[in-house]
């Protein structure tokens, strides 16, 4: 009987492992039936097994509900719906919660006077018993609002908020620190993401967790790491991680968390300064990496770095994807990063380890004095890229549309376009460009199927540097502060990049105020950073500058205090290849649509995405610039906006063919959002426009069937 009992206990051990081994090897396959988190659920997938929308029936949908913010301009953000609440953000940072099924205003919080002038992609929500939480931002504030009545609780941090600096350096508390992304819930902590500034003198990108009860700082990670962690001695300078002039690696696109394993997911974006690393020699870890975490302490599990010392602007741009795939019969927990260079790195989440092959290249030197570029850089040798590359264009990708070929095969042809070409002061074609291929909006998954569904931006821009001449800040003050601070966009004639989204500066006094004028520089605007760093003078000096009021024979004073050192090379500005037209300089597609198969690289299919509308029926298929992601259905569809044409659209999944459009009130720059209410299927997505010179808008929409 003994003998039968120690068999018994034996097998039980047996059977206990093989279960651990497979909860770690697969994760039990999960519901997908609510919205109650950033892109659906905290693994990121943009997923749904809600079924009542067909492709058969799905031509058939109406628009069910319209609510009307009274703040008009670009909304980015994918709302949450939790039982019969539905929350979103408008364009002024307002929070309101809705009635899911009717769109009627049941709360909103957020100054009703003064405007915020950033742009936020949501909220996240929390709950235990019968506390019910949504954590939102305003500036550099963390809120915790009582998710029925939208009252901030006392209880957390100061009378409902937290200052997320709180968490960081005395040295960065005056620094810009914002966060556009909703942060990240695990428990009883939320990760934040944060924006930081991205020149000399950013703040740190460290990664924060805080207790969603009290607003206390639970655990951080240093992304710029501190004498005795691991990739310290990654950076030539040994005190990088206080110098005065460096920053950020900091994650602004937002994380994945699988709740299971407890592991987060951090996707870091590049050091400060972004195109000289000269006061940043060195590999750089944790810039540009995907960090693996323990979700309970902050503590590194494993990381992968997608650019060394990036001087590209290469940050991954949306939080990766968590899914499962199979190789040789064997299913893989995985994790999935889209980056702006329109690859996918495609990983074993638990392990780190790749799941194709990547090679590190050799890459192209730097020709600037003090600069040093890493010798190589990781390229996956599956999937390949989801869009084109530089160095692959040759003198027939000049478009076919455009009226001054001429003009824009001479600017082709001086470009340097190699791969990794380093930042120089002759120019340097970037392909995928600054936004890069795969935008904030990210990828979607099947996450059982292991499919990968991204929509890409075709768009080049100019990359160069120009040498920091110190003679430029020697005179008026104000004249001296824009040099510094506001000429790589504005341009130093102040009239802007209109077609690259940098508007003129002239004649600002007929259209704002100097409180208005004040507020944008100090917050920021749309993905503008602040200067909250701006003292009291150099503010005031700036101001009347750009209101044409400062006398050109003043001297900048001796007591504003100016920076010791500065970059030997600064970026020139952001300039789209762009034709007489200010349409695409290279040849179309300007915009696609891709499935891709993890479980063997390959594509499914690839399709050009949305219209141009400037070219009448010749613009038809030839794509166009989009920001905003997907929603992936189990029963085959895929429903996305995103388009600069202003269209909601759903395509098969299987295939890429259109089955329904909607032509939107303003372009929907985001993210949809599906949910249940009622035993009703909804679709709902936020249409603000403004980016990319469209109309604004105000206007959320929900579309079922048989409304």
């Known amino acids: 009987m003994k003998s039968l009992k120690i068999i018994g206990l034996l097998l039980l051990i047996l059977g206990i492992g093989s279960c651990e081994e497979n909860k770690k090897e697969a994760p039990a396959q999960k519901e997908y039936t609510t919205w109650s988190s950033y892109l659906g659920d905290p693994g990121r997938t943009h997923f ?99 998710a029925l009545s939208g009252k901030p609780l006392a209880s957390f941090g100061e009378n409902g908020r937290i200052d997320l600096r709180s968490g960081m350096d005395e040295s960065a508390q005056n620094k810009f620190v914002i966060s556009n992304t909703p942060g990240t819930v695990f428990k009883d902590l939320i990760v934040m993401p944060l924006r930081v500034s991205e020149g000399v003198g950013a703040a740190p990108g460290d990664i924060m967790a805080f207790n969603i009860i009290t607003g206390k700082l639970e655990w951080s990670f240093h992304t710029i790491p501190r004498p005795g962690e691991f990739g310290y001695e990654t950076w030539e300078d040994s005190t990088a991680y206080k110098s005065p002039l460096v920053g950020a690696a900091n994650n602004w696109a937002g994380m994945a968390v699988d709740e299971d394993a ?22 750089n870890l944790f810039s540009n990496s995907l960090l693996a975490l323990n979700a309970n302490t902050g503590e590194r599990l494993w990381h992968f770095q997608f650019t060394h010392h990036d001087i590209w602007d290469r940050d991954p741009p949306a939080p990766p994807n968590l899914l499962v795939v199979e190789r040789e019969g064997k299913k893989i927990p995985a994790v999935a990063q889209v980056t702006k260079q329109g690859y996918v790195f495609v990983f074993n989440r638990l392990t780190g380890e790749p799941l194709f092959d990547i090679e590190e290249v050799p890459m192209p030197k730097s020709v ?120 790589t966009c504005h341009q130093p004639d102040r009239k802007g990049y209109a077609a690259s989204g940098f508007p003129s500066l002239l004649d600002l006094q007929l259209r704002k105020n100097k409180n208005e004028v004040a507020e944008i520089i100090t917050n920021g605007k749309g993905m503008m950073t602040g200067f909250p760093q701006l003292s009291k003078q150099e503010m005031e000096a700036l101001l009347t500058f750009l209101f044409d009021e400062e006398i050109k024979h003043s001297v900048a004073s001796e007591n504003v205090p100016q920076d010791t050192v500065q970059e030997r090379y600064k970026h020139a500005g952001y300039t789209k290849f762009l034709d007489s037209k200010g349409l695409p300089g290279i040849s179309p597609p300007w915009g696609t649509m891709h499935a891709i198969d993890l479980n063997t690289g390959n594509f499914k299919w690839s399709i050009p995405f949305g219209n141009t509308p400037e070219l009448g029926d010749k613009g038809i298929g030839t794509g166009t610039e989009n920001y ?48 249940e209410f009622n035993g009703k299927q909804y679709i709902a997505i936020a249409c603000g426009g403004e980016k990319l010179g469209a109309k604004k808008g105000n206007k959320i929409i929900a579309f079922a069937l048989n409304p």
């Open 368 to 487: 600037l004095e003090g600069e040093e570029t890493w010798p190589t850089q990781p390229i996956p040798a599956r999937p390949k890229p989801f869009a084109r590359q530089s160095q692959d264009l040759t003198d027939t990708d000049i478009s076919p549309f455009a009226e001054n070929k001429e003009e824009l095969a001479s600017k082709f042809k001086s470009a340097n376009k190699s791969l990794y070409a380093p930042p120089n002061t002759e120019p340097v074609l970037l392909l995928p460009g600054y936004d890069g291929a795969a935008e904030w909006g990210g990828a979607s998954v099947d996450p059982e199927e292991g499919i990968l569904y991204v929509n890409s931006n075709e768009m080049a821009w100019m990359l160069g540097v120009i040498e920091n001449n110190e003679e430029a800040h020697d005179g008026p003050l104000g004249e001296s502060t824009y040099q510094k601070y506001c000429v």
């Open 48 to 146: 749904s097994t809600l079924s009542q929308i067909t492709k058969e029936n799905v031509a058939s949908l109406k628009v069910a509900w319209t609510y009307e913010s009274e703040d008009w301009g670009q909304m980015q953000m994918n709302p949450i719906v939790v039982d019969s609440m539905f929350y979103g953000v408008t364009a002024a940072l307002r929070v309101v919660a809705l009635h899911a099924g009717t769109g009627e205003e049941i709360w909103q919080f957020g100054d009703s006077v003064k405007v915020w002038h950033s742009t936020s992609r949501g909220v996240s929500y929390w709950s235990k018993g019968e506390d019910k939480r949504i954590l939102c931002t305003r500036g550099a504030y963390l809120y915790a609002l009582d």
């Open 628 to 675: 905003g992601g997907a929603v992936v259905t189990e029963n085959g569809l895929l429903f996305i906006a995103a388009t600069r044409d202003g269209y909601f659209r759903v395509f098969d999944k299987e295939n890429g063919s259109l089955i329904w459009e909607y032509e939107l009130p303003a372009p929907a720059f985001a993210t949809p959002a599906m949910y």
């Open 262 to 283: 407890e592991i987060i997911y951090v996707p870091t974006g590049s050091a400060a300064p972004d195109f000289y690393g000269g006061v940043r020699l060195g590999k």
